[in-house]
């Protein structure tokens, strides 16, 4: 365990990195600069954090702490693809609440160095979307959806950061969230509730697996005519099942 006077340095090095981050940007913390602001030697913040990323990386997981603190409390309700756009708002609220934080913690991307609260964050939404899955909500893989939902999100907030700040209006993005989740999941619960989701991916395959004008995918992977025709048969006859 760390003395508590290196804790206690470490606490006001970090609060000082926080503030200045959020007055000037990234560009301003250096770390002299954040080593004067906190009243210590250069050298202790060097032993302290090792080097200037390791103070980032401590930044961005106080960034991302302070944003789990709400995900955490986020209670779900019974419909699980309003809760997805719902995570979709907050996310994009906290960014927009947080530039400096925020650009730090997703604009400062270092592969293979990412703070464990990120991996928390990923949880808790693949956790989200499970819970549609289980209800046969979703049309893609738990793993799609997930990516797809960081890539709109993250690129949305930082599309509105470049803006002026009086121009960073969060209805300019609202549609994306619509259309994002609309694409990855059915349109209501209540329609999932009157279809099983074996039909509902009988569905999908059903569309993946049409012919187009030149060429039929499953006699193209070596399926005879009639085996070819024989699986839409039985995929047509699955989707059916529960109108």
């Known amino acids: 365990m760390a003395p508590q006077g290196s804790e206690d340095q470490r606490e006001r090095i970090l609060s000082e990195a926080v503030k200045l981050l959020a007055e000037a940007g990234p560009s301003g913390l250096s770390t002299r600069a954040v080593a004067n602001a ?40 019974e419909d699980p693809v309003e809760d997805l756009r719902r995570g979709w708002d907050v996310h994009v ?44 909500l979703l049309r893609v893989p738990v793993e799609a959806a997930a990516a ?58 059903l569309g993946i697996v049409a012919p187009a004008k030149d060429s039929d995918p499953v006699t193209d992977a070596g399926f005879s005519v009639f085996e070819a025709g024989l699986l839409r048969e039985w995929l047509a006859r699955l989707t059916e099942a529960s109108r």
């Open 93 to 136: 609220a906290f960014g927009l609440a947080n530039p400096a934080i925020y650009t730090l913690m997703y604009g400062n991307v270092r592969p293979g160095r990412q703070p464990a609260a990120a991996a928390e964050n990923r949880a808790i939404l693949r956790g989200m979307l499970e819970r549609a899955n289980a209800r046969g």
């Open 148 to 205: 797809a939902i960081e890539a709109s999100t993250t690129g949305a907030v930082l599309l509105l950061l470049a803006r002026p700040e009086e121009e960073r209006d969060i209805q300019l993005i609202r549609p994306l969230r619509d259309i994002v989740l609309d694409a990855l999941t059915e349109q209501s619960a209540s329609r999932a509730d009157e279809r099983s989701p074996i039909a509902d991916r009988a569905e999908s395959l």
């Open 38 to 77: 906190a009243g210590v030697q250069t050298p202790t913040l060097y032993r302290l954090f090792g080097d200037k990323d390791g103070l980032l990386d401590a930044v961005a997981t106080f960034g991302f702490e302070s944003y789990l603190a709400e995900k955490r409390a986020f209670e779900p309700s």
